[in-house]
Structures are given as structure tokens and as C-alpha cells.
């Protein structure tokens, strides 16, 4: 489906998140929540693909043009409390798909909120990339953001090296990898905030995916593990053959998944 409008939402501390709308704007629909390093227009082609819902409403996390900025009081509990407006901006709107951190977010909201149906694929929490927040800090102190990028790939995501090189040597991606990196130490810092013990435990049903090239490996398939823990009555999915950037990979395979999952 097409996006239909962009809505801008005002959230705690004068920042705000923006919105982007496919199909129906009038129609409770799915909620998309990405992750670090991520934005709603990284989600388009798998928003577009789905259609299971008569609206998908992908939302543009703060720190992140055209949303306003995280804010000096920014936490967990700060994407916690946006996503809850967002949801009450579109009422009726009881499903969630999540990504990485967004996962995260969701999952917490969860506990806190009733949601019929919630999807994460492949939600991080607590150590993950802990190791690298040092470097992390020193990089936003000094606005070194290819530095940043770098500590991304190579710390935390363990990109291979040669792979690395080929996104930096691609200017229009690695320009946009250098912008969405901006908000990453404090996002990081949330990501290792404590949890309770459970999490989602006012949702109606959960289904965690995990990429089958991540299953049971460090640092993805490793930290869902430690989700799973913390979700025990979820349903567990694998995706064949896909990594944590599925949504740029194999946007139309993870579209038809969610579209299975919405009965």
C-alpha cells in the first residue's frame, strides 16, 4: 500500500515523532517501531508490501530527522511513553511490529499497556554493545560520526571488514549510516538499562523472530535468546536466511511473514 500522509506527533520535553501512513489513515492498523540506526524511510518497502492491515503506521523515532530530539532527559522510559502516544493517537490500533531496540521499547510497553498482538523481530537488551560505550561517548564528544559508524559495524555488529569497506565507500549510504548514528551512545545507554524479570506481560500474544543466519549467534542471536528468557509464553519464529537487516534485504519475505502472523 501507498503512504498516504505523514502525521506529526508532539511528545514529552518539546521534542515529537513523526508518523508516515500507509494506507487507510482512518483505520486502526499495525504500528512498525524501528531500532537504532534506522528510520521510517529504511521501513518503506516493507510497510508498502504489507497487507494484512488495512494501515501501517511506521513511526520516526525522535533523534532522527524530520522528529525532534531526544532531549536531555532521554531513557527507555522516554520511547516507552512515545510509543504509548502514538497509540493513542490512532486509537482502536492494538497491534505492533518491532525491530532491534524497537523491540526492546515494545516489549516494556507491553507491561504496561494492553496490546492484542505483538511481533519483534529480533529485540536486543542488556549487555548489548555495553563494551562499546566508552568508545561510543568519545566519538559523540568529539562529533566524529564516521568514527561512530565504524564503532557500529566493527564493536558491535561484528561486520565483516570487508563488508565495512564497502558501505563506506559508498557515499550516499555511508552519509546516511554517519546521520542516523547521531543519537547511538544514548540509545545504547537505554538499551542497558534494567529489566524487570518479564516482559509483555499485558500482551495478548507475542511472536519473536529471529534471523536464521542469527540463530544462536553473538551478538543478535544471542541477546534474543536472553528475550526469550523474559518472554516465556511467546512464539518463536525463524526467518531463513536473514540477518538483523532484513528489512533492507528481504523487505517482501518479511512482509509476508507478518501478514501470516496477523490471524
Not at 505523514?6 to 512498525?32: E, N
Not at 494484512?52 to 527507555?76: E, F, K, Q
Not at 497509540?87 to 521499547?105: E, K, Q
Not at 507491561?111 to 561510543?136: N, Q, S
Request: one cysteine or more; charged letters at 25%.
Amino acid at each position: 500500500m501507498e503512504q498516504t500522509i505523514r502525521k506529526r506527533v508532539p511528545v514529552s520535553g518539546g521534542s515529537w515523532v513523526t508518523v508516515d501512513v500507509h494506507g487507510d489513515p482512518g483505520a486502526p492498523g499495525l504500528v512498525v517501531l524501528p531500532g537504532v540506526m534506522s528510520d521510517a524511510h529504511a521501513w518503506r518497502h516493507v510497510a508498502s508490501a504489507i497487507s494484512a492491515w488495512p494501515s501501517v503506521m511506521v513511526v520516526n523515532r525522535r533523534g532522527r530527522t524530520p522528529s525532534g530530539p531526544l532531549t536531555d532527559a532521554y531513557s527507555l522510559r522516554t520511547e516507552v511513553e512515545d510509543l504509548g502516544t502514538v497509540l493513542d493517537v490512532f486509537p482502536g490500533t492494538t497491534a505492533v511490529f518491532s525491530w532491534s531496540y524497537g523491540g526492546l521499547i515494545a516489549l516494556l510497553t507491553a507491561d504496561e499497556r494492553p496490546l492484542r498482538r505483538l511481533i519483534a523481530y529480533e529485540p536486543v537488551m542488556r549487555p548489548f554493545g555495553r563494551h562499546a560505550l566508552p568508545d561510543l561517548k568519545t566519538a559523540r564528544e568529539n562529533g566524529d560520526w564516521d568514527a561512530t559508524v565504524d564503532i557500529v559495524l566493527r564493536k558491535i555488529t561484528g561486520l565483516d571488514p570487508t563488508r565495512a569497506e564497502a558501505l563506506r565507500a559508498d557515499r550516499e549510504v555511508w552519509e546516511a549510516l554517519r546521520r542516523l548514528s547521531e543519537p547511538l551512545y544514548d540509545e545504547t545507554l537505554a538499551v542497558n538499562e534494567p529489566l524487570p524479570d518479564l516482559l509483555a506481560r499485558r500482551a495478548g500474544h507475542v511472536d519473536l523472530i529471529v534471523g536464521g543466519a542469527n540463530r544462536g549467534t553473538a551478538p543478535y542471536g544471542t541477546t534474543f535468546d536472553d528475550i526469550c528468557l523474559r518472554v516465556p509464553a511467546a512464539t518463536v519464529h525463524e526467518l531463513p536466511g536473514q540477518g538483523h537487516l532484513v528489512h533492507l534485504e528481504a523487505p517482501a519475505q518479511l512482509a509476508r511473514l507478518i501478514d501470516e502472523l496477523a490471524a
